[in-house]
Structures are given as structure tokens and as C-alpha cells.
């Protein structure tokens, strides 16, 4: 191999934004997706502020907010009492470029990535292609890829596996995925039906308590998405009828009329970490490498994250002729974010939401009036919520 070549397998935000920063410093990028046309599905739709600071390097940053809603505030509101406490994330101001929340498709992201990485000759966007087993030796690493039926083998310098919880190149190297999956499920559900008018004070972001059935309502810009946790004894057919989601919307908010539905879908939940995110010439990064509940909204974010921190690295190895161990740094500091910040937080976010013992319901609440009373405690709680301890934990590890 002449010029720096790497293989990236999954053409999600974590693959994309891997393949842009990569490119960008001159290096050939092959990304390859099992899909055959790009996904527009609603999955994540909240950019954390270190996210957004991050993505402005390359101006997405600001198409972004064109095509979002800002959201300066966030709240923790119960299904009986109401709003319990509102977080204000100006008061990050001068922690980040950007002291908000950006609630915005994951996809419009992808569409902008896609386009800029169509204006570099150096670019290669493999469609329906399904990764099958990656092999290496000292000096390349090598993909087997089947693509049409037929099996190609592409070879390059460093491959990214950054194909999903599933990853097929997690799954070929035989890296342990640890953890756990839970035993509901979740259903997401998308309705223009507008909350705003009928539930006072409500921001774009909102995690709702409840010992029975809590929820996260957030709004995207056409739309309301609510996420409800499914009970272990309903089967998806079950969850997924018409009178099941009828049911649910009318628990939350009764109305008169049946709630338009525009989108739904029921999918597991696990937190889980990769025993290792680097095998030789193979590096994971986003789902791949640890996946979490999505209360929080730090899956996507934390993805994003580790593309940048992964391919700036890989940047100077293969351009500055810094040494490979510099991918050992990059496994440290994000396998521990994954540990101790993203995980950590997502399965107590999803514990405090859900509690069921009203005593600890109480001080829970209590505690949260309290943060949101003290600027100081807010801003310590805000730094937390939207990533920029996680991100200044990562880059303090050497």
C-alpha cells in the first residue's frame, strides 16, 4: 500500500464522521454498509453541546441547528405531580460553544456527512455490502466483504468497526461483548399531536417518573417521540397494535380523539461494554464498542465522540508517524468514559425514572429541586448530563 488506506465497516454518524475527519487529512477511506441505500429511520435525536462544538470543525455544525430545534432547557417532570425540576443549559456558557441541546434526527447528520464525503476522490461508499470476517497480518488488515453474492477481500492499513451492536467485526475477532440486556423492551412512538399546548411549561426535553410506567417525551421538529418501557408479559405483537399504542398515548395524556401516529418501534435494551476496543490493526468505536439505554441520549453522542478521538489518532500514526500505541490511549480513554460515565449514567438515569419505592422516589425528587434551586449545583449536574465531564475524564487518561 502506497498512500494511507482504512477500512470502515458501518456508514452510521460513528462510521461517517470517522470516514470525514479521516479523509479530510488526506487518507483513502473505504466504508462499507450492509444496508443498500442510507438510512432515514428516527433513531437518536439529541446532540449533546461537546458533540456540537466537536462537528464544528467541519461546519455541520450550524446545519445542524438550521435543521433542528434548540433546547435550553431540560426537565424531570412526574406523571402525577408534574414538572419537578427544569435544568437551564445557558448556564454552560463558557464550558462549550454550544450551551444547549440540539434536537435533531440522527439522519440529517448522516445526509450531511454523506455529501461532504462525496466531494472526496478519495472516498469510497460500499452499499450492500455485508462485512463477514476481518484477518490480519503485521503490516495490513483485511476485510472478506460479500457484496452481491460474491465475496471481496479489501485490504488497508487500519480497520473500523463501526457497524453496531451486532458487529459482525466485533463478532470475527471473538471480542467479548460485556454486560447485560434488560428484560423489557422499549417502544418509541413519533405523533404530531402537539403536548406543548396541553401540558404547562413543557420543554423539548423530558424525562417523566413513574413507578408504572415512566416515559421520555422529546421533540423533534415536526414531531413529538415518546418512549415508554413495554411490561415483560406482552408479546411485540401485542405492544405494537393500534389499541396497545392507543392505549399508552391516552394513559399519558387522554384526548378525545385517537393520537395520529406517524412512526413507531419496539426494540431491546442493553448495557454493554466490548472487552476490548482494540485488536491490532482493528479499532471499535460507537456501538460496537458499548451500547447503553437511551435515557440520556448518549449513545449517538458518545459514538460521535469516539470517532473523533479515534480517527485524530489514527491521523497521526498513519500522516505524523506517531507510534501505533497511541490506539492503546484511545481504548483506555473511551472503554473507561463507556464504564464509568456513559453506562454508569444511563442505567441511573433509567433507575431514578422508574423507582418504585416512594420514599426513594421522594428524595430523588427532592434532590433534583434542590440541584435546579442552586446555579452552581446546575451547572455541576448540567456538565454531567451533557458530557463534558466524560469527554475532559478521556482526554485527563494517558
Not at 476490548?276 to 447503553?292: K, M, P, S
Amino acid at each position: 500500500m502506497n498512500s494511507p488506506h482504512v477500512l470502515i465497516s458501518g456508514a452510521g454518524p460513528v462510521g461517517l464522521v470517522s470516514a470525514l475527519t479521516l479523509a479530510t487529512a488526506g487518507i483513502s477511506v473505504t466504508v462499507f454498509e450492509r444496508h443498500t441505500k442510507p438510512q432515514d429511520d428516527l433513531r437518536a435525536s439529541t446532540f449533546h453541546p461537546p458533540t456540537l462544538d466537536m462537528l464544528a470543525r467541519f461546519g455541520l455544525t450550524d446545519e445542524l441547528v438550521a435543521q433542528g430545534l434548540v433546547a435550553r432547557y431540560t426537565q424531570q417532570r412526574d406523571r402525577k405531580e408534574g414538572l419537578i425540576a427544569e435544568f437551564d443549559m445557558s448556564l454552560l456558557e463558557g464550558e462549550t460553544q454550544h450551551p444547549f441541546r440540539l434536537q435533531c434526527e440522527q439522519w440529517k447528520l448522516n445526509t450531511l456527512l454523506l455529501d461532504r464525503l462525496a466531494l472526496l476522490p478519495h472516498v469510497k461508499i460500499v452499499l450492500g455490502a455485508e462485512m463477514q470476517t476481518v484477518t490480519q497480518d503485521a503490516q495490513s488488515v483485511t476485510a472478506n466483504v460479500k457484496i452481491d453474492g460474491h465475496m471481496t477481500a479489501f485490504t488497508g492499513n487500519y480497520l473500523i468497526g463501526a457497524d453496531g451492536a451486532s458487529s459482525a467485526v466485533r463478532q470475527s475477532l471473538g471480542i467479548e461483548f460485556e454486560g447485560f440486556t434488560y428484560p423489557e423492551r422499549f417502544l418509541s412512538v413519533s405523533t404530531d399531536f402537539e403536548y406543548a399546548d396541553h401540558l404547562p411549561k413543557l420543554s423539548y426535553v423530558n424525562y417523566v417518573s413513574d413507578p408504572e410506567e415512566w416515559c421520555v417525551l422529546l421533540r423533534v421538529p415536526t414531531l413529538w417521540r415518546v418512549l415508554f418501557p413495554t411490561r415483560l408479559e406482552e408479546t411485540d405483537e401485542e405492544v405494537m397494535t393500534d389499541e396497545s399504542i392507543q392505549t399508552r398515548l391516552q394513559n399519558l395524556l387522554p384526548k378525545d380523539t385517537p393520537y395520529n401516529t406517524v412512526h413507531r418501534t419496539l426494540y431491546k435494551v442493553h448495557q454493554r461494554v466490548a472487552k476490548e476496543f482494540r485488536r491490532g490493526r482493528v479499532v471499535l468505536a460507537g456501538d460496537a464498542a458499548h451500547i447503553n439505554n437511551p435515557i440520556g441520549g448518549m449513545g449517538m453522542n458518545g459514538g460521535v465522540q469516539d470517532a473523533f478521538n479515534l480517527s485524530d489518532k489514527l491521523v497521526d500514526i498513519l500522516i505524523s508517524g506517531a507510534s501505533p500505541d497511541l490506539l492503546d490511549r484511545y481504548e483506555r480513554q473511551r472503554r473507561s468514559v463507556a464504564i464509568e460515565y456513559i453506562n454508569a449514567n444511563t442505567a441511573r438515569n433509567k433507575k431514578n425514572i422508574e423507582e418504585r419505592d416512594p420514599d426513594t422516589r421522594r428524595k430523588t425528587q427532592n434532590e433534583l429541586r434542590a440541584i435546579a434551586a442552586s446555579p452552581a449545583a446546575s451547572k455541576d449536574y448540567l456538565r454531567k448530563t451533557s458530557m463534558i465531564d466524560a469527554l475532559e475524564r478521556a482526554e485527563s487518561i494517558l
